[in-house]
């Protein structure tokens, strides 16, 4: 299992990785693209709906949409190009608009892309491309693969997005926001914003698709990738600063919901700055 290569540009970062394990559910607060480029394929739940990989097919996920990936039992790893987005250049691109950037989570692929993706990557991974070429066709490659997604969206159907948001909902996020390096107690968090421990998260559900685990999940692991890339502190504060009692279990956490070890992601990390 190991991280080929990460890319940065001003529409987020690019990921290349080979993973033989099952993701969890989990979310990110980028829009991702996901192309399958070689190996087990498997399928996600993104959402609620199933999409199953292929040459053909690639997955879209909007900006904090759950979603799972299950490969299969056959230990064979699967090579997949993921595309982080960064929101505010989405929203640059789509002048403002503010549905949903993936209409459907199923984006069918057309052959010469993915051929592209593939082409692109091999030779990004060569020691013959200078590394400002790749970087500069890489960006490239993201720009047509978006374009490609947006051209398959329907004009007149897009999925639901968030209902406006509940006050003791934000307060709950920026509670948790404010505190991602502690504990979490959901019981206190729901006394704060005056629910009882049921009702708070049947509601953060509703407001969010999220359940607070999930959510929390995705503040820790934002705040994870943060450390490794910008410190050098070792692997076992940057777990005790996360509130994990072992680096094992934050080992663990990493890579159930990001594909790659810790230590793998940071050495990406710091290759690609």
């Keep these: 299992m190991a991280a080929i290569k990460l890319y940065r540009g001003e529409f987020g970062h690019v990921s290349v990785l080979s993973v033989a394990s099952d993701f969890v559910t989990h979310a990110h607060p980028e829009a991702q693209l996901i192309v399958w480029l070689d190996g087990t394929a498997g399928e996600m739940t993104i959402g609620g709906e199933t999409v199953r990989l292929g040459a053909g097919m690639a997955a879209g996920i909007n900006p904090f949409e759950p979603h799972s990936h299950q490969l299969s039992g056959d230990g064979e790893p699967g090579q997949f190009l993921n595309l982080y987005l960064d929101p505010e250049w989405v929203r640059m691109r789509r002048a403002g608009r503010s549905a949903p950037f993936f209409a459907r989570p199923a ?78 107690c959901f019981d206190s968090v729901a006394r704060s914003v005056g629910l009882s421990r049921p009702h708070f998260f049947a509601l953060f559900k509703e407001q969010t698709n999220l359940t607070p685990n999930v959510y929390w999940n995705t503040l820790r692991m934002e705040e994870a990738r943060r450390q490794l890339q910008g410190s050098e502190e070792p692997l076992i504060s940057v777990a005790c600063n ?24 940071r050495e990406a990390a710091r290759a690609s700055a």
């Excluded at 693969?145 to 003791?168: F, K, S």
């Design 107 to 184: 984006i069918p692929l057309e052959p010469w892309l993915r051929h592209a993706a593939l082409s692109m990557i091999a030779q990004a991974a060569s020691d013959e491309a200078p590394t400002e070429l790749a970087a500069y066709e890489m960006e490239r490659l993201v720009e047509t693969l978006v374009e490609a997604a947006e051209g398959e969206q329907p004009a007149a159907v897009r999925r639901t997005g968030a209902p406006a948001m509940d006050h003791r909902v934000r307060k709950a996020m920026a509670l948790m926001s404010e505190n991602v390096c502690e504990r979490i």
């Design 242 to 265: 996360l509130g994990f009692t072992t680096q094992g279990n934050f080992s663990r956490f990493f890579r159930d919901h990001f594909g790659v070890p810790p230590t793998l992601y």
